[in-house]
């Protein structure tokens, strides 16, 4: 701790403090349009993995497999440096053209197809530790399959799957800070680049962190009232 | 596509791939130990131990892996007055945020434990000691195998974040070649590959110790 003097004041001084919050906007609304891709894959992929052909099924299995056992940085260079390679020359030069912010959608759809490899198998075992008497019961009270889906196993399935996507979503939500390597200008990044012009890149990352803690925290709180609001008596779920 | 690229650089891609193991086993080892720590900390009744470290392992768990390697990069030359270089940095930073995590797969291997055990062992007259050593600890290492070994797959795709503040791993290399040879699509499906091979293996291996009977004679 010898000769630093510590200058807080980069984090409001302008230009930079417009920069961070900048930055924390396109980090909420990365994550927020991440989420909404890899819910949606998610589902789909975790609904080939339950079904009764043996070739979906295997598609499901492998996406989750290929997806879960490379590095998302992996993932994102790919997409950022090698997949427009494989289109068509034509197909490039539009999308160059006219997608004005190309890593941040990249990072956007990297982000989804990672998450949704995780949130498939959340959606999976969350339907899976339905016990098997829940179907029976419902059937047997003369419900047709919609209704048993739609009155008993979906309500059922949404209060067990809450928490694990709460604590997805904030998995999603620091991976986003990976996008920086192909130059998205999110919270993490934006702590770094400022470094560069004022060499206090130390009060800058300790205030990302802060933020990430700070946002996250918000999450959890309203996803924790979400819970106890749609708790049911009786109904064993994660303990506070 | 020409596979010659990756053949040409085979030897200088897999010096960055013993680079990426050398990191993970320096981060699980030392993250292991500290998690240990970290993770008695959090089951002590000591009040002093017992918020700090959890406020510890909630401050890491909540921010990304790659906001403290710059943060570690910042704040150690601050520290010791010099800068140690990219290589301490990134393993002081792995150590830091994975024990985070690891304390928490040991506490609840250590929680998993059925309190019926305590009471057993101390109705034999067992010593505190000799009921952590005896029985506590093996059957909840036991259970922890399985999380552990899985979050050592993680830790290893983790490696590649080291990229960021410029150490030649794996990934790095492979952009570097990138960068000089420019065959994108057959670098990056290649570094897929590989990763994919050896996380698969660890993945397969969870499995298979998850699958093992658990102690002998024991229904747990």
Redo the contacts between chains.
Sequence with gaps: ??N?TFDWSVLWRQPYGEMMLHGIRTTITLSLAGWCLAVLVGVIVAGLRGSRNRWLRALGLAYV??F????????L??WY??AP??LSTDARTWLYDNVPDYGYWCGVFGLGVYTASRVAEQFRSGLRSIPADQYRAAYSTGLRPNQVYRYVILPYAFRIIIPSFTTEF?TCF?????T??IGVMEI?HT??YI?SFTWH??ET??A??FC??LI??IIALIMWRVESRTHIAGMITRGH | MDLNVIIDNMAYLFGGLALTFQIAALAIGFGLCWGILLGMGRLSKNRLIYYPSSAYVHFFRGIPLILVIFWIYFLLPLIIGDSLGEFVAVVVSFTLYEASYFAEIIRSGIQSVPAGQVNAGLATGLRPHQLAFHVILPQALRNMVPSLVNHAVVIFQDTSLAYVIGLREFLRRVNLVDAREARSVELYLFAGLVYFIICSLGTLASHKLERRPRTCGSNL
Excluded: E, H, W
């Design positions: 701790m010898l630093y497999l290929v879960r056992n490379i590095p998302f940085l992996v993932q260079f790919f440096f090698a390679l494989i904030l620091k991976n986003s800070a990976l920086m390597t993490t702590a770094y470094d890149g130390l990352t300790t990302a962190s990430y803690l996250a925290q």
